[in-house]
């Protein structure tokens, strides 16, 4: 029997560019959703100024250029989202209003159609329009706490946090409202922030601080938990917070027998001593020595990898996370797989990303425009 994939026949619109809304649909499209991207004439995302990263991203998609500055355009998109299960948008609160693809408009003709609007600070709130990219957000969510306690610049993540974060509310909010839709028949609005995400990430740093708690701090102040350099100049972490077992198997493992039995409190009480005598004791052995040794002693650890190493690493091979696919040129390219495996399902990629407006006469056949009017929208006439 053909194997299926968990989201087959659900049919995506997608007018959410850049990071946050492509990583959203890769995920639904992954899992089986058929999503089409619709993009601008000029370029279509600015994402494609980024070749490499925007095929990483948008994969297992179709893509349909539409001029929304036109009536034809604007036409041809409601006639579209008439016929859609989700709809995605990413534009600052007021756009798609603006463009006429906004919500009430849509499910004029499709109250089944689950909408979902992904901004930066959201539909309401005296920020709604207020421009910014991801630092700005982990700033304002609380992320940044340290630094604003040591009045400190520092370096900040590579990672867009804020992006990725809003990205998987949204495929949640999704599934939610599809899984909704099936006990009442009706579609909805979904509202995703990435700043409300990441504050509701802060839910264990922000909920003491509100009410008058102290932070528990159960890592960051733990000797064992944290960066170390190995002989040969490669580093590994060690990721033991309060659990005394890990501790004593630790201590057994790298010479400090004499204080495997401190429990937490008495670690926390001298950390920057212990954290010192970790340190040696590491420094002395290469990281692939290191990693018989700690495995054995059942010790939370792992390497610190850089990019070349993760795409190498055996047990992320064992686990099907790297894929080959034809790219359009007819290489093969490497590819991320979808990280969550359902028995019985299909969830791995299938074609690379597509090339701007590459199905833009297939997926308007399919909806029941004549040649005539796929010429009018192609042409981008009034």
């Known amino acids: 029997m053909k194997a299926t994939r968990p989201l087959e026949d659900v049919l995506v619109l997608s007018m959410a560019e ?16 058929r999503v089409i991207m619709i993009e601008r004439p000029e370029g279509g995302d600015p994402a494609r100024q980024l070749p490499a990263f925007f095929a990483a991203i948008n994969r297992n998609k179709q893509s349909v250029v539409l001029d929304l500055k036109s009536r034809v355009g604007r036409d041809a998109i409601r006639r579209l989202a008439a016929r859609t299960d989700v709809f995605l948008e990413g534009f600052r609160p007021g756009v798609a209003e603006r463009l006429g693809v906004d919500y009430d408009t849509l499910t ?17 709130g005296p920020y709604r329009t207020r421009p910014a990219h991801d630092l700005s957000y982990l700033g304002l969510a609380g992320l940044l706490y340290r630094q604003a ?3 400190k610049t520092g370096e900040t993540s590579d990672i867009p946090i804020g992006d990725l974060s809003a990205a998987m509310f949204a495929a949640i909010a999704v599934l939610t409202g599809m899984f909704a839709r099936e006990r009442t ?19 264990g740093f922000l909920s003491p601080i509100m009410n008058g708690k102290p932070l528990e701090d159960q890592t960051l102040a733990s000797p064992a938990y944290g960066a170390f350099i190995c002989s040969d100049g490669s580093l590994l972490t060690l990721s033991i917070a309060h659990e005394d077992g890990f501790w004593q198997n630790l201590c057994r493992s790298v010479g400090l027998d004499e204080v495997a039995a401190l429990n937490h409190s008495e670690r ?3 950390s920057e001593e212990l954290r010192r005598r970790i340190a040696a004791s590491i420094r002395a052995r290469t990281r692939d020595e290191w990693t018989d040794i700690l495995d054995r002693a059942d010790v939370p650890w792992s390497p610190i990898h850089d990019l070349t190493e993760v ?18 040129s007819g290489s093969q390219e490497w590819h991320i797989s979808q990280p969550l495996q359902f028995r019985g399902y299909k969830t791995d990629p299938t074609r690379p990303a597509p090339a701007l407006g590459e199905h833009t006469e297939e997926v308007l056949r399919e909806h029941g425009f004549s040649h005539e009017e796929i010429e009018r929208v192609i042409r981008r006439m009034p």
Do not use: C
């Open 18 to 33: 850049q990071y946050p809304g492509p990583y959203a649909t890769l995920l639904l499209a992954d899992l089986g959703a």
């Open 108 to 124: 004029a003709a499709n109250p089944r159609l689950i909408y979902a609007s992904i901004s930066g600070f959201g539909q309401t």
């Open 149 to 151: 306690r040591e009045h």
């Open 185 to 203: 028949g009706k579609g909805t609005f979904v509202d995703v922030s990435v700043t409300d995400g990441l504050v509701s990430w802060m839910t």
């Open 268 to 270: 926390i009480l001298r």
């Open 311 to 328: 795409a190498q690493d055996p047990h992320l091979r064992v686990r099907g996370m790297f894929v080959q696919l034809a790219s359009t």
